[in-house]
């Protein structure tokens, strides 16, 4: 089962604009990692931020995470029609060894 | 250093056969996991291996097995297949006994006829 649903399953905008995806989960957690995958291919990871952390950039990319609420956004600015591609949220949860569990992503469009 | 590679890239198999699938971690690497991708089920983690031991295993039946080798490298093994195996299989790999960021291969896109 997934443990993070993602939000909205697909967005669409024009080069230029910002992206926004949102992440909820379920359980207490480690971290929170957000990766990209192109077109049913292998994921690359992004960013990763852990569970005392509120806020961290990496580039264009800003993620945050609210324990409270048990959610995470990821804000891609000034989007470029290179950053279509489909994005997931994966938490990182500490049990006999480690697994990332991951949400079920949204399908980003950016139109030239 | 080189990627995470997985062979073959593509296979086809009829039901009621079995596959087996290969996983070379990045140099270094001592932990491999095994990810199930499907449109239906999203990603699902299979099993996570650290020298050579299987630490985590997720929800699925007993066909599906795994190993690693003393050099990391890794295979999982999916027997008397099912049209539901019908999917992208992922390897990632990573440094430590407790992974943080994995490093993922290109896949094994898996059709069963």
């Known amino acids: 089962s997934q443990q993070g649903e993602e939000d909205p399953q697909a967005l669409s905008i024009q080069e230029g604009e910002n992206a926004t995806m949102n992440c909820s989960y379920k359980t207490s957690i480690n971290n929170l990692q957000w990766y990209r995958q192109n077109s049913g291919r292998g994921l690359v990871h992004l960013i990763l931020?852990?569970?005392?952390?509120r806020e961290k950039h990496s580039g264009r990319l800003r993620v945050t995470l609210d324990t409270s609420k048990k959610s995470s956004s990821l804000l891609i600015t000034a989007s470029r029609a290179a950053d279509t591609a489909s994005y997931f949220c994966?938490?990182?949860?500490?049990?006999?060894?480690?697994?990332?569990?991951f949400g079920s992503g949204t399908r980003l469009l950016v139109r030239p | 250093k080189a990627g995470v590679t997985q062979t073959p890239r593509y296979l086809i198999k009829t039901r009621g056969q079995q596959v087996t699938l290969s996983c070379s971690p990045i140099?270094?690497?001592?932990?491999v996991s095994w990810y199930q991708q499907t449109p239906g089920q999203g990603l699902q983690f299979l099993f996570e291996?650290?020298?050579?031991?299987?630490?985590n295993k997720g929800n699925f039946p007993g066909r599906f097995s795994g190993r690693q080798f003393s050099n990391s490298r890794s295979e999982m093994n999916v027997s008397t297949l099912e049209l539901g195996d019908s999917a992208l299989y992922l390897c990632?790999?990573?440094?430590?006994?407790?992974?943080?960021?994995?490093?993922f291969g290109p896949g094994t896109r898996l059709l069963v006829l």
């Open positions: 291996y650290f020298s050579e031991t299987q630490r």
């Open positions: 140099s270094g690497h001592r932990s």
């Open positions: 990632a790999s990573s440094p430590g006994r407790y992974q943080e960021t994995q490093y």
């Open positions: 994966a938490t990182a949860v500490m049990d006999s060894s480690y697994k990332l569990i």
């Open positions: 931020i852990r569970s005392n952390e």
